[in-house]
């Protein structure tokens, strides 16, 4: 079994507030994109059952902007491996 998932990023940065964090979403922006590939195999372990196991590597890229000046603030880049377990009735 072979997958891959895309999408999109959306960072929103916590400010200090009066309460502790407060969100912030007017003076930056933080966007990007993420990629998700992952590959796997079923076992038929009954008639209508199988299990299998599953790897993934998700790894996520974001940028924040500055809205008053333009200008790149920070880069986050996040790497996620991960390893599961699937039991599917057919």
């Known amino acids: 079994m072979l997958q ?3 999408g999109l990023v959306d960072i929103l940065p916590n400010r200090p507030g ?4 407060a969100r912030d979403i007017t003076s930056t922006t933080s966007s990007g994109y993420g990629l998700a590939p992952a590959a796997g195999y079923e076992w038929w372990i ?4 199988s299990a299998g196991v599953l790897a993934r590597v998700t790894v ?3 940028s924040t902007w ?3 000046s333009n200008i790149l603030q920070e880069e ?3 790497f996620s491996p991960s ?3 699937t039991i599917v009735y057919h």
Do not use: K, W
């Open 66 to 68: 500055s809205h008053e």
């Open 18 to 21: 009066q309460n502790g964090y």
């Open 83 to 85: 390893l599961l377990a």
């Open 60 to 62: 996520l890229h974001a």
């Open 46 to 49: 009954g008639d209508e059952l």
């Open 76 to 78: 986050h880049t996040i």
């Open 4 to 6: 891959v998932g895309l």
